[in-house]
């Protein structure tokens, strides 16, 4: 957390009466970036936001809120008044809500430019409205809100609290009251109507995809005590086992098949359960990372801890054991996202997602689950290699005559040191350098040809 940034939360708890709505929280975001707050409903990510926007009266806030430099406990009303639309200024998550129904598209901005002792500009405005796409700008003038669609509505929401060029803005859910459709065209243009003012953007959401789209930093670990030690905004299981959910309801209605891949929740084992009990075609694979390591063992604020979905608690990494166990879930994959050094060695608020997992793999699972007596040697296989096959259709995972020669030879009694830097991927970015294994990968060929030999 860096004091001079543009927004700093520092140890803010928000309380109502004998009830915390936020506990804790510690966090800074740099001029110019945008930044997204991720969580499920009755999280706290709104109350946070909206306490910096200076609309909690009600709540006890402790902590600093510094906007600018300027701790917002020091505010008047009438100081909020100024603040509000030229210095920050907040995006609402359904703007027919509060936009006037009684008054023009006109009307709104000339009210706001009178309230803060501007002259109206017209010309502003239609550049404005033309940099948000609405580019007949003096028909939308002309209208009243409720003649807009709601893409239409927002977008001109966004207009509103851009025009008179705030340098941080606040948007609380923008794209929930939207259809699916417009909300991707919506993150995308916020992301450049704010990177064109050079603003300063946090973005609440329940939506992880919404928030990578936007964002260049995100919430980047699970929500629990670990996160809140070092100090970073947590991501949620519910934030997976919604989308889990979803996804089984969907394919079921639609009458597809469904392969949930990275699954990292206790919920989403039972969640798939369920499904497959039901006699639903649902199938679901499983990380090493995330049957290994849970958030107990980040030691440091770093990028290689960083991965999505994030690691989770102890609870997790044992159902997941469990899953794999009683076959709930088929598949193991690897989840293989390689990242150069100077992108990975840095802080997890701003490094990228993900860790190389080609490399250690089969060692990870051999010591995790077959030397532990979780799964044996044969159904290690069959979900590292037969049953991928099986859920993509392909002919593969089978060394009976005249199949594919792809085949990795091991030696299981080899005990080793993870090195990253003797990895023949260019990507180092692993939390399991230095780790003791069991499963020493010797040899690999593909269509009959070797590839590596170590």
């Known amino acids: 957390m860096n004091k001079s940034d543009c927004i700093v939360f520092d140890k803010v708890t928000i309380s109502y009466g004998a009830e915390q709505a936020v506990r804790d929280v510690s966090f800074s ?4 970036e945008v930044f997204a707050i991720v969580g499920e409903s009755g999280s706290g990510k709104s109350t946070l936001v909206r306490a910096a926007f200076g609309m909690l009266k009600q709540a006890n806030i402790s ?3 510094l906007l600018n430099g300027t701790d917002v406990s020091t505010l008047s009303d009438g100081d909020w008044r100024q603040l509000r639309g030229t210095k920050i200024s ?3 998550q359904n703007p027919s809500a509060y936009l006037n129904p009684n008054r023009t598209v006109e009307n709104h901005f000339k009210d706001l430019f009178r309230a803060h002792g501007e002259s109206y500009d017209v010309s502003r405005v239609i550049d404005m409205l033309n940099l948000v796409h609405l580019t007949d700008g003096e028909r939308i003038l002309q209208s009243y809100p409720f003649q807009l669609s709601g893409g239409m509505q927002q977008r001109f929401a966004i207009a509103l609290s851009l025009i008179l060029k705030p340098s941080i803005v606040f948007a609380d859910e923008p794209t929930s009251a939207l259809d699916m459709l417009v909300q991707a065209s919506v993150l995308d243009l916020m992301k450049e109507v704010t990177q064109a003012l050079g603003a300063t953007v946090i973005i609440v959401t329940h939506n992880i995809k919404a928030a990578a789209r936007i964002a260049n930093s995100i919430g980047v670990m699970n929500k629990g005590q670990k996160a809140e030690e070092l ?5 949620t299981n519910s934030v997976e086992d919604v989308i889990v959910a979803r ?3 969907m394919s079921k209605e639609a009458g597809n098949r469904l392969h949930l891949c990275h699954c990292s929740t206790a919920d989403s084992v039972v969640l798939v359960e369920m499904a497959k009990k039901q006699g639903l075609p649902v199938s679901a694979e499983v990380c090493p990372h995330h049957f290994t390591m849970s958030d107990d063992e980040i030691t440091e604020d770093n990028g290689r801890f960083k991965m999505n979905p994030p690691l989770r608690n102890r609870e997790d990494v044992d159902a997941l054991k469990e899953g794999l166990k009683t076959g709930i879930m088929e598949v193991i994959s690897t989840d293989h996202a390689p990242h150069g050094k100077e992108e990975k060695d840095q802080s997890m608020l701003k490094a990228p997602f993900g860790i190389v997992g080609l490399e250690t793999s089969f060692a990870l699972g051999y010591t ?4 532990k007596g979780v799964l044996t040697l044969s159904q290690l296989v069959e979900k590292m290699s037969v ?3 099986k859920v993509l259709g392909i002919d593969k995972g089978n060394l009976a005559p005249g199949k ?3 085949i990795v030879i091991a030696d299981i009694t080899k005990e080793y040191k993870i090195d990253s830097s003797k990895f023949v991927s260019k990507g180092k970015n692993t939390p399991f350098d230095g780790k003791k294994v069991k499963g020493r990968v010797i040899t690999t060929i593909v269509d009959g040809k070797i590839v590596y030999k170590y």
């Open 90 to 92: 907040m995006i609402f």
């Open 231 to 235: 100090g970073l905004p947590g991501i």
């Open 404 to 406: 594919a020669a792809d």
């Open 247 to 249: 996804d089984i309801i």
């Open 368 to 371: 995790e689950l077959v030397d």
């Open 29 to 32: 975001v740099p001029n110019g």
């Open 63 to 65: 902590g600093q809120i």
């Open 387 to 389: 049953n991928p096959a």
